[in-house]
T-cell receptor, first 114, second 114 residues
Framework: GAGVSQSPRYKVTKRGQDVALRCDPI?????LYWYRQALGQGPEFLTY????????KSGLPNDRFSAERPEGSISTLTIQRTEQRDSAMYRC????????????FGQGTRLTVV | QQQVKQSPQSLIVQKGGISIINCAYE??????FPWYQQFPGKGPALLIA?????SEKKEGRFTISFNKSAKQFSLHIMDSQPGDSATYFC?????????????FGRGTQLTVWP
């Protein structure tokens, strides 16, 4: 596609439910990143993929969070047993290659846990 | 711990004036310093970036000034326009070790009055 596509745009879930957030990067982009952005804050790194390999997951807050990119394209960020503190904007970005070259961000998924 | 500190949190400038946003960092391994612009409801978009081998980079009305010894960099927007009203994020990365991971500042909300 023309840009990074994320779905759903908005997700409201009850505490304790699992959610899956999807990211479709720009075609041909090797690197894919997940960030979380709280209101009034800058994006905070969660995890990073090069092709299908998860290169860095040090930003994932705890083991309820996981991510995969099985075919090196679309990625899914899964949050199990959601808690209210998980409420935030989740942003995906992609770039042509690693090394912090220009990262293109999607519009994000606004997650609200009630 | 905030790796990149950004100020001010908000900035109001008259049309035609100069907007200046400052950032500071501690990690001397950082070697890539981008600025992102974010409009409401949109993802951050790369505006301009600099590497530490130069002290200044200019693109149109936007200039990054970089002071390696002080570990500071700033964004200057000349002849500010109402269309520049947005949130601006500085960021930094160590492309050698942390590859795609960007560390963002907390953002500056710029308002340009006509």
């Amino acid at each position: 596609g023309a840009g990074v596509s994320q779905s759903p745009r908005y997700k409201v879930t009850k505490r304790g439910q699992d959610v899956a957030l999807r990211c479709d990067p720009i075609s041909g982009h090797v690197s894919l990143y997940w960030y979380r952005q709280a209101l009034g804050q800058g994006p905070e790194f969660l995890t990073y993929f090069n092709y299908e390999a998860q290169q860095d997951k040090s930003g994932l807050p705890n083991d309820r969070f996981s991510a995969e990119r099985p075919e090196g394209s679309i990625s899914t960020l899964t949050i199990q047993r959601t808690e209210q503190r998980d409420s935030a904007m989740y942003r995906c970005a992609s770039s042509l290659g690693g090394g912090a070259t220009e990262a293109f961000f999607g519009q994000g998924t606004r997650l609200t846990v009630v | 711990q905030q790796q990149v500190k950004q100020s001010p949190q908000s900035l109001i400038v008259q049309k035609g004036g100069i907007s200046i946003i400052n950032c500071a960092y501690e990690n001397t391994a950082f070697d890539y310093f981008p600025w992102y612009q974010q409009f409401p409801g949109k993802g951050p978009a790369l505006l301009i970036a600099i590497r530490p081998d130069v002290s200044e980079k200019k693109e149109g009305r936007f200039t990054i000034s970089f002071n390696k010894s002080a570990k500071q960099f700033s964004l200057h927007i000349m002849d500010s326009q109402p269309g520049d009203s947005a949130t601006y994020f500085c960021a930094a990365a160590d492309r050698g070790s942390t590859l795609g991971r960007l560390y963002f500042g907390r953002g500056t909300q710029l308002t340009v009055w006509p």
